[in-house]
């Protein structure tokens, strides 16, 4: 057992920092992207078209991707003081039982978005300024989100085997 969650956590890691390096891509361009708008729209009277539906489309997908690799490393705000005073196995299990309530919520919230996204493809809905299909961007927030579910997945199996370990 515990080396299919060794091999699934491996698979998770590799996926969640793949979309942490992508997302990291689309930050650097959506910074380069509202820098040179308002040098444009400042100096040149000029702004670049598009570069409003561009910066939200590109802050959706920046938050959709990094929402994995920030529970991988525990960064969301946790409140554990009532969890951290209980027994080792008992909070290990707690903890487990968070971590899959979070990974079945989180799957049904990316199931959602993905069916929001084949009802906005079969609407053919497109961006206003420079007429882009929207359903692309809802797909690609909805596999930041399933990956977001896998890694509370390893997490809590890791967080049972914890709980039946020997001390």
């Given at each position: 057992m515990k080396q299919f969650?060794?091999?699934?956590?491996?698979?998770?890691?590799?996926?969640?920092?793949?979309?942490?390096?992508?997302?990291?891509?689309?930050?650097c361009i959506v910074t380069f992207?509202?820098?040179?708008d308002v040098i444009g729209r400042?100096?040149?009277?000029?702004?670049?078209?598009?570069?409003?539906?561009?910066?939200?489309?590109?802050?959706a997908i920046l938050v959709f991707f990094t929402f994995a690799i920030t529970h991988k490393y525990k960064?969301?705000?946790?409140?554990?003081?009532?969890?951290d005073?209980?027994?080792h196995r008992i909070r290990h299990v707690m903890e487990g039982c968070i971590e899959w309530f979070i990974c079945v919520m989180v799957s049904l919230m990316s199931w959602h978005i993905f069916n929001e996204a084949m009802r906005t493809m079969g609407r053919n809905v497109t961006t206003s300024d420079l007429n882009l299909t929207v359903y692309p961007f809802i797909i690609i927030a909805s596999i930041g989100s399933f990956v977001f579910a896998f890694v509370a997945l390893t997490s809590g199996l890791k967080h049972f085997v914890k709980a039946v370990e020997k001390t």
């Open positions: 969650i060794n091999g699934l956590e491996k698979m998770v890691n590799v996926l969640s920092l793949v979309l942490h390096h992508i997302s990291n891509v689309i930050l992207l509202i820098t040179f400042f100096f040149f009277n000029q702004p670049i078209k598009g570069a409003f539906e561009l910066t939200e489309l590109g802050s960064e969301h705000i946790a409140i554990g003081f009532a969890v005073k209980l027994p």
